[in-house]
Protein backbone atom coordinates (compact mmCIF):
# COMPACT_ATOMS: atom_id res chain seq x y z
CA UNK A 1 0.00 0.00 0.00
CA UNK A 2 1.20 3.45 -0.72
CA UNK A 3 1.39 6.75 0.63
CA UNK A 4 -2.29 7.75 1.44
CA UNK A 5 -3.35 11.21 0.73
CA UNK A 6 -6.38 13.30 1.41
CA UNK A 7 -8.42 14.32 -1.19
CA UNK A 8 -11.57 16.64 -1.93
CA UNK A 9 -13.71 15.68 -4.65
CA UNK A 10 -15.60 19.62 -5.32
CA UNK A 11 -19.37 17.99 -7.13
CA UNK A 12 -22.09 19.92 -8.12
CA UNK A 13 -24.71 20.87 -5.79
CA UNK A 14 -27.21 18.35 -5.06
CA UNK A 15 -24.74 15.67 -6.32
CA UNK A 16 -22.48 14.94 -2.88
CA UNK A 17 -24.18 11.89 -1.93
CA UNK A 18 -24.45 10.16 -5.15
CA UNK A 19 -20.59 10.55 -5.60
CA UNK A 20 -19.66 9.42 -2.34
CA UNK A 21 -21.82 6.64 -3.07
CA UNK A 22 -19.61 6.07 -6.19
CA UNK A 23 -15.94 6.56 -4.49
CA UNK A 24 -17.43 3.73 -1.95
CA UNK A 25 -18.12 1.49 -4.56
CA UNK A 26 -14.27 2.00 -6.08
CA UNK A 27 -13.43 1.15 -3.09
CA UNK A 28 -12.50 4.16 -1.02
CA UNK A 29 -12.30 3.53 3.02
CA UNK A 30 -12.98 6.82 3.81
CA UNK A 31 -15.91 9.35 2.61
CA UNK A 32 -17.20 12.38 4.04
CA UNK A 33 -20.09 14.23 2.14
CA UNK A 34 -19.60 18.46 2.38
CA UNK A 35 -21.65 21.14 0.41
CA UNK A 36 -20.54 20.86 -2.83
CA UNK A 37 -17.85 18.43 -2.47
CA UNK A 38 -16.73 14.99 -0.93
CA UNK A 39 -13.86 13.93 1.40
CA UNK A 40 -11.76 11.04 0.77
CA UNK A 41 -8.38 9.44 1.80
CA UNK A 42 -6.74 7.59 -0.58
CA UNK A 43 -3.28 6.12 -2.12
CA UNK A 44 -1.84 6.86 -6.17
CA UNK A 45 -3.81 4.07 -7.11
CA UNK A 46 -6.96 5.58 -5.85
CA UNK A 47 -6.38 8.85 -7.22
CA UNK A 48 -5.70 7.73 -10.74
CA UNK A 49 -9.05 5.39 -10.61
CA UNK A 50 -11.07 8.30 -8.77
CA UNK A 51 -10.46 10.34 -11.77
CA UNK A 52 -10.50 7.83 -14.51
CA UNK A 53 -13.65 5.95 -12.83
CA UNK A 54 -15.59 9.01 -11.62
CA UNK A 55 -18.88 9.92 -13.11
CA UNK A 56 -20.00 12.49 -10.99
CA UNK A 57 -16.90 14.69 -9.39
CA UNK A 58 -15.75 17.74 -10.82
CA UNK A 59 -12.07 17.02 -9.98
CA UNK A 60 -9.98 15.47 -7.66
CA UNK A 61 -7.42 17.30 -5.46
CA UNK A 62 -4.84 16.74 -3.56
CA UNK A 63 -5.92 18.69 0.40
CA UNK A 64 -2.15 20.05 1.04
CA UNK A 65 -3.68 21.90 3.93
CA UNK A 66 -6.03 24.30 5.90
CA UNK A 67 -5.91 27.36 7.84
CA UNK A 68 -7.84 30.16 8.80
CA UNK A 69 -6.51 33.87 7.27
CA UNK A 70 -7.89 37.07 7.75
CA UNK A 71 -4.99 39.17 6.68
CA UNK A 72 -2.05 38.43 3.74
CA UNK A 73 0.50 37.75 6.19
CA UNK A 74 -1.76 34.80 7.78
CA UNK A 75 -2.26 33.92 4.41
CA UNK A 76 1.85 34.16 2.82
CA UNK A 77 2.84 32.43 6.56
CA UNK A 78 -0.38 29.39 6.53
CA UNK A 79 0.96 28.73 2.68
CA UNK A 80 4.93 28.68 3.08
CA UNK A 81 4.29 26.20 6.28
CA UNK A 82 3.15 23.94 3.96
CA UNK A 83 5.43 20.82 2.73
CA UNK A 84 5.63 21.95 -1.01
CA UNK A 85 8.71 20.29 -1.83
CA UNK A 86 6.23 17.03 -1.23
CA UNK A 87 5.03 18.04 -4.47
CA UNK A 88 6.81 20.39 -6.19
CA UNK A 89 9.98 19.47 -8.29
CA UNK A 90 12.67 21.88 -9.24
CA UNK A 91 11.45 22.02 -12.82
CA UNK A 92 7.70 21.85 -12.02
CA UNK A 93 4.73 24.74 -13.44
CA UNK A 94 2.36 25.68 -10.74
CA UNK A 95 0.33 28.00 -11.61
CA UNK A 96 -2.05 29.60 -8.79
CA UNK A 97 -5.97 29.81 -9.18
CA UNK A 98 -8.88 29.85 -7.05
CA UNK A 99 -11.84 31.46 -5.61
CA UNK A 100 -12.84 33.50 -2.23
CA UNK A 101 -16.46 33.91 -0.91
CA UNK A 102 -17.47 35.68 2.08
CA UNK A 103 -13.78 36.42 2.71
CA UNK A 104 -11.83 39.24 4.65
CA UNK A 105 -9.51 38.76 1.61
CA UNK A 106 -11.58 38.83 -1.11
CA UNK A 107 -8.94 39.90 -4.48
CA UNK A 108 -8.33 36.66 -6.58
CA UNK A 109 -5.20 38.24 -8.14
CA UNK A 110 -3.85 39.30 -4.50
CA UNK A 111 -4.71 36.09 -3.23
CA UNK A 112 -2.78 34.53 -6.18
CA UNK A 113 0.24 36.41 -5.71
CA UNK A 114 0.65 36.31 -2.48
CA UNK A 115 -0.06 32.20 -2.52
CA UNK A 116 2.96 32.05 -5.76
CA UNK A 117 5.04 34.19 -3.49
CA UNK A 118 4.72 31.71 -0.10
CA UNK A 119 5.21 28.92 -2.14
CA UNK A 120 8.34 29.84 -4.13
CA UNK A 121 10.25 31.31 -0.67
CA UNK A 122 9.63 27.73 0.90
CA UNK A 123 11.07 26.11 -2.22
CA UNK A 124 13.61 28.45 -2.57
CA UNK A 125 14.66 27.61 1.08
CA UNK A 126 14.30 23.89 0.45
CA UNK A 127 16.39 23.84 -2.39
CA UNK A 128 18.54 26.18 -2.50
CA UNK A 129 17.87 28.12 -5.37
CA UNK A 130 16.11 31.81 -6.14
CA UNK A 131 14.76 30.94 -9.43
CA UNK A 132 12.69 28.64 -11.25
CA UNK A 133 12.57 27.98 -14.78
CA UNK A 134 8.51 25.88 -14.52
CA UNK A 135 9.49 24.26 -17.66
CA UNK A 136 8.24 21.02 -16.65
CA UNK A 137 4.88 19.44 -15.48
CA UNK A 138 2.46 21.62 -14.67
CA UNK A 139 1.22 20.82 -10.95
CA UNK A 140 -1.37 23.46 -10.74
CA UNK A 141 -2.35 24.80 -7.44
CA UNK A 142 -6.27 25.58 -6.41
CA UNK A 143 -7.11 27.74 -3.27
CA UNK A 144 -10.28 28.28 -2.03
CA UNK A 145 -10.92 30.44 0.68
CA UNK A 146 -14.65 30.58 2.44
CA UNK A 147 -15.63 32.72 5.32
CA UNK A 148 -11.87 32.82 5.74
CA UNK A 149 -11.47 29.55 6.12
CA UNK A 150 -8.68 28.52 3.44
CA UNK A 151 -8.10 25.22 1.67
CA UNK A 152 -5.18 24.77 -0.62
CA UNK A 153 -4.98 22.00 -3.00
CA UNK A 154 -3.14 20.57 -5.59
CA UNK A 155 -5.31 19.81 -8.79
CA UNK A 156 -4.63 16.29 -10.36
CA UNK A 157 -7.36 16.14 -13.23
CA UNK A 158 -6.14 18.89 -15.43
CA UNK A 159 -9.66 19.86 -17.53
CA UNK A 160 -12.66 19.36 -15.54
CA UNK A 161 -14.04 15.37 -15.21
CA UNK A 162 -16.84 16.07 -17.22
CA UNK A 163 -14.94 16.38 -20.20
CA UNK A 164 -14.93 13.01 -21.24
CA UNK A 165 -13.81 13.68 -24.63
CA UNK A 166 -16.82 12.23 -26.65
CA UNK A 167 -18.26 15.93 -26.86
CA UNK A 168 -16.05 18.18 -28.94
CA UNK A 169 -18.24 19.82 -30.62
CA UNK A 170 -22.25 20.50 -28.82
CA UNK A 171 -25.92 22.08 -29.64
CA UNK A 172 -26.68 25.48 -27.92
CA UNK A 173 -27.75 24.40 -24.83
CA UNK A 174 -26.17 21.17 -23.69
CA UNK A 175 -26.44 19.64 -20.31
CA UNK A 176 -23.10 19.02 -18.33
CA UNK A 177 -22.02 15.65 -18.77
CA UNK A 178 -22.06 14.98 -14.79
CA UNK A 179 -25.24 16.51 -14.21
CA UNK A 180 -26.44 13.62 -16.95
CA UNK A 181 -24.60 11.03 -15.08
CA UNK A 182 -26.64 12.10 -11.54
CA UNK A 183 -29.74 12.09 -13.32
CA UNK A 184 -29.55 8.50 -15.24
CA UNK A 185 -28.21 7.46 -11.71
CA UNK A 186 -31.03 8.87 -10.07
CA UNK A 187 -33.59 7.35 -12.52
CA UNK A 188 -31.37 3.60 -12.38
CA UNK A 189 -30.29 2.67 -15.30
CA UNK A 190 -29.46 -1.11 -15.49
CA UNK A 191 -28.03 -3.05 -18.50
CA UNK A 192 -31.25 -3.97 -20.00
CA UNK A 193 -33.25 -0.80 -19.86
CA UNK A 194 -35.02 1.08 -22.32
CA UNK A 195 -34.43 4.69 -22.13
CA UNK A 196 -35.57 7.53 -24.34
CA UNK A 197 -34.67 11.19 -24.30
CA UNK A 198 -37.11 13.24 -26.97
CA UNK A 199 -34.60 16.35 -26.64
CA UNK A 200 -31.58 14.53 -27.17
CA UNK A 201 -29.56 16.97 -28.22
CA UNK A 202 -25.98 16.23 -28.72
CA UNK A 203 -27.06 13.12 -27.14
CA UNK A 204 -25.42 13.27 -23.62
CA UNK A 205 -27.62 11.58 -21.39
CA UNK A 206 -28.05 9.04 -23.77
CA UNK A 207 -24.66 8.81 -23.73
CA UNK A 208 -24.02 8.73 -20.48
CA UNK A 209 -26.94 6.22 -19.57
CA UNK A 210 -24.46 3.85 -21.82
CA UNK A 211 -21.51 4.30 -20.43
CA UNK A 212 -23.26 3.57 -16.79
CA UNK A 213 -25.39 1.02 -18.65
CA UNK A 214 -21.65 -1.23 -19.90
CA UNK A 215 -19.92 0.11 -17.03
CA UNK A 216 -17.25 1.78 -19.03
CA UNK A 217 -15.46 4.24 -16.83
CA UNK A 218 -16.25 7.79 -18.57
CA UNK A 219 -12.04 9.07 -18.39
CA UNK A 220 -10.73 5.83 -19.73
CA UNK A 221 -9.75 7.69 -22.73
CA UNK A 222 -8.39 11.04 -21.66
CA UNK A 223 -5.26 12.21 -19.98
CA UNK A 224 -5.25 13.74 -16.52
CA UNK A 225 -2.81 16.19 -15.16
CA UNK A 226 -1.56 14.14 -12.62
CA UNK A 227 -0.01 11.02 -14.80
CA UNK A 228 3.36 13.61 -15.18
CA UNK A 229 3.27 14.34 -11.43
CA UNK A 230 6.81 12.89 -9.97
CA UNK A 231 5.78 12.38 -6.62
CA UNK A 232 2.69 9.83 -7.62
CA UNK A 233 3.70 6.22 -9.30
CA UNK A 234 3.23 6.54 -13.23
CA UNK A 235 2.83 3.26 -13.36
CA UNK A 236 -0.61 3.15 -11.41
CA UNK A 237 -2.35 5.10 -14.67
CA UNK A 238 -1.74 1.89 -16.50
CA UNK A 239 -2.73 -0.45 -14.00
CA UNK A 240 -5.90 1.40 -13.18
CA UNK A 241 -6.99 1.91 -17.11
CA UNK A 242 -6.76 -2.25 -17.56
CA UNK A 243 -8.84 -2.65 -14.38
CA UNK A 244 -11.77 -0.29 -15.56
CA UNK A 245 -11.11 -1.76 -19.25
CA UNK A 246 -11.77 -5.13 -17.56
CA UNK A 247 -14.86 -4.09 -15.63
CA UNK A 248 -16.80 -3.35 -19.24
CA UNK A 249 -19.40 -5.05 -19.81
CA UNK A 250 -20.42 -6.21 -23.98
CA UNK A 251 -23.54 -7.30 -25.54
CA UNK A 252 -25.86 -6.47 -22.92
CA UNK A 253 -29.77 -5.46 -24.28
CA UNK A 254 -29.94 -2.13 -23.24
CA UNK A 255 -31.07 0.24 -26.07
CA UNK A 256 -30.93 4.51 -25.82
CA UNK A 257 -33.64 6.16 -28.28
CA UNK A 258 -33.13 9.72 -28.95
CA UNK A 259 -35.32 12.55 -30.88
CA UNK A 260 -35.05 15.77 -31.86
CA UNK A 261 -36.35 18.66 -33.92
CA UNK A 262 -33.07 19.47 -34.97
CA UNK A 263 -31.51 17.47 -37.52
CA UNK A 264 -27.85 18.60 -37.09
CA UNK A 265 -28.38 17.18 -33.16
CA UNK A 266 -29.16 13.78 -34.31
CA UNK A 267 -25.88 13.68 -36.06
CA UNK A 268 -24.05 14.89 -33.50
CA UNK A 269 -25.89 12.65 -31.18
CA UNK A 270 -24.57 9.59 -33.15
CA UNK A 271 -21.29 11.35 -34.21
CA UNK A 272 -20.59 11.79 -29.91
CA UNK A 273 -21.64 8.42 -29.33
CA UNK A 274 -19.31 7.00 -31.58
CA UNK A 275 -16.49 8.72 -30.22
CA UNK A 276 -17.69 7.55 -26.85
CA UNK A 277 -17.38 4.35 -27.85
CA UNK A 278 -20.94 3.32 -27.51
CA UNK A 279 -22.58 3.81 -30.39
CA UNK A 280 -23.99 0.17 -30.94
CA UNK A 281 -26.21 0.69 -27.87
CA UNK A 282 -28.08 4.11 -29.25
CA UNK A 283 -30.43 5.27 -32.26
CA UNK A 284 -31.46 8.76 -32.76
CA UNK A 285 -34.27 10.08 -35.03
CA UNK A 286 -35.85 13.38 -35.97
CA UNK A 287 -38.61 13.90 -34.08
CA UNK A 288 -41.26 16.50 -32.12
CA UNK A 289 -42.86 16.29 -29.44
CA UNK A 290 -46.17 16.49 -30.49
CA UNK A 291 -45.68 13.08 -32.39
CA UNK A 292 -44.07 11.05 -29.40
CA UNK A 293 -45.37 8.14 -28.42
CA UNK A 294 -44.60 5.83 -25.34
CA UNK A 295 -43.94 2.59 -26.60
CA UNK A 296 -45.79 -0.29 -24.88
CA UNK A 297 -42.86 -1.52 -23.11
CA UNK A 298 -40.84 -1.15 -19.88
CA UNK A 299 -38.82 2.25 -20.38
CA UNK A 300 -37.55 4.90 -18.81
CA UNK A 301 -37.51 9.03 -20.34
CA UNK A 302 -34.65 11.12 -19.22
CA UNK A 303 -35.09 14.27 -20.54
CA UNK A 304 -33.55 17.99 -20.06
CA UNK A 305 -36.56 20.25 -22.20
CA UNK A 306 -35.42 23.36 -23.79
CA UNK A 307 -36.69 25.96 -20.93
CA UNK A 308 -36.12 29.57 -21.86
CA UNK A 309 -32.64 30.45 -20.74
CA UNK A 310 -30.91 29.74 -24.32
CA UNK A 311 -33.26 28.04 -26.73
CA UNK A 312 -36.96 29.07 -26.35
CA UNK A 313 -38.60 32.22 -24.79
CA UNK A 314 -40.18 30.88 -21.65
CA UNK A 315 -44.43 31.05 -23.23
CA UNK A 316 -42.96 28.29 -26.13
CA UNK A 317 -41.30 26.39 -23.42
CA UNK A 318 -44.41 26.04 -20.83
CA UNK A 319 -46.11 25.26 -23.79
CA UNK A 320 -43.58 21.74 -24.64
CA UNK A 321 -44.33 20.72 -21.02
CA UNK A 322 -47.62 21.26 -21.47
CA UNK A 323 -47.72 18.70 -24.43
CA UNK A 324 -45.14 16.46 -22.76
CA UNK A 325 -47.67 15.59 -19.93
CA UNK A 326 -50.21 14.85 -22.47
CA UNK A 327 -47.43 12.39 -24.41
CA UNK A 328 -45.91 10.97 -21.17
CA UNK A 329 -48.05 8.10 -19.71
CA UNK A 330 -47.77 7.00 -16.39
CA UNK A 331 -48.76 3.12 -17.29
CA UNK A 332 -47.25 1.00 -15.09
CA UNK A 333 -43.43 0.10 -16.02
CA UNK A 334 -42.71 3.82 -17.35
CA UNK A 335 -40.62 6.35 -15.69
CA UNK A 336 -40.22 9.48 -16.54
CA UNK A 337 -37.11 12.12 -14.87
CA UNK A 338 -37.64 15.80 -16.17
CA UNK A 339 -34.71 18.32 -15.38
CA UNK A 340 -35.95 21.89 -15.41
CA UNK A 341 -35.48 25.82 -13.54
CA UNK A 342 -39.46 26.36 -13.52
CA UNK A 343 -41.27 26.66 -10.63
CA UNK A 344 -44.73 25.56 -12.34
CA UNK A 345 -43.56 22.66 -13.64
CA UNK A 346 -45.32 20.19 -12.09
CA UNK A 347 -48.48 22.64 -12.61
CA UNK A 348 -47.83 22.72 -16.42
CA UNK A 349 -47.17 19.44 -16.81
CA UNK A 350 -50.33 18.44 -15.06
CA UNK A 351 -48.61 15.77 -12.83
CA UNK A 352 -47.41 16.15 -9.37
CA UNK A 353 -44.36 14.89 -8.90
CA UNK A 354 -43.74 11.01 -6.75
CA UNK A 355 -40.00 13.14 -6.24
CA UNK A 356 -38.04 16.11 -6.82
CA UNK A 357 -34.59 16.75 -6.70
CA UNK A 358 -32.38 20.19 -6.21
CA UNK A 359 -29.67 20.17 -8.78
CA UNK A 360 -28.16 22.73 -10.91
CA UNK A 361 -27.45 22.61 -14.17
CA UNK A 362 -24.20 25.11 -14.78
CA UNK A 363 -25.38 28.08 -12.69
CA UNK A 364 -29.02 27.64 -13.26
CA UNK A 365 -31.14 26.13 -10.19
CA UNK A 366 -33.02 23.17 -11.10
CA UNK A 367 -35.24 20.35 -9.55
CA UNK A 368 -35.23 16.81 -11.49
CA UNK A 369 -38.96 15.99 -11.19
CA UNK A 370 -39.13 12.03 -10.75
CA UNK A 371 -42.26 10.56 -11.63
CA UNK A 372 -41.86 6.72 -10.90
CA UNK A 373 -44.86 5.40 -8.56
CA UNK A 374 -48.11 4.08 -11.16
CA UNK A 375 -51.46 5.59 -9.79
CA UNK A 376 -53.35 8.86 -9.41
CA UNK A 377 -50.85 11.50 -9.78
CA UNK A 378 -52.86 14.66 -11.47
CA UNK A 379 -51.45 17.78 -10.23
CA UNK A 380 -53.09 19.06 -7.24
Known sequence: ???????????????????????????????EVQNGRVMLSGDDNMIARANICSRFAERILINVGQFRATTFTELFDGVKNLDWERYIGRDNAFPVTGTSVNSTLFSISDCQSIIKKAVVDRLSAKYGIEWFSETGAECR?????LKDDVTIMIDTSGDGLHKRGYRR??????IKETIAAAMCDLAR????TRIYDPFCGS?????????????????LSRYFS?????????????????????????????????????????????????????EKYIKANIGDIKDFKTPDERLVVVTNPPYGERLLDIESSEQLYKVMGEKF????????????????????FGKTADKRRKLYNGMIKCQLFMYFKNGRVEYK
Not at 169 to 174: H, M, S, T, Y
Open 1 to 31: MGEKYNLIAPTIFGVESIAADEFKRMGFEST
Open 141 to 145: IRFSI
Open 169 to 174: RANDAP
Open 189 to 192: IYPD
Open 203 to 219: GTILIEAALMATHRAPG
Open 226 to 278: AERFDFLDRSVWSQERTRAQDNIIHNIEFIAQGFDIDPSCIELTLANAKKAGV
Open 329 to 348: DMKPGKKYFVISPHDEFEKL
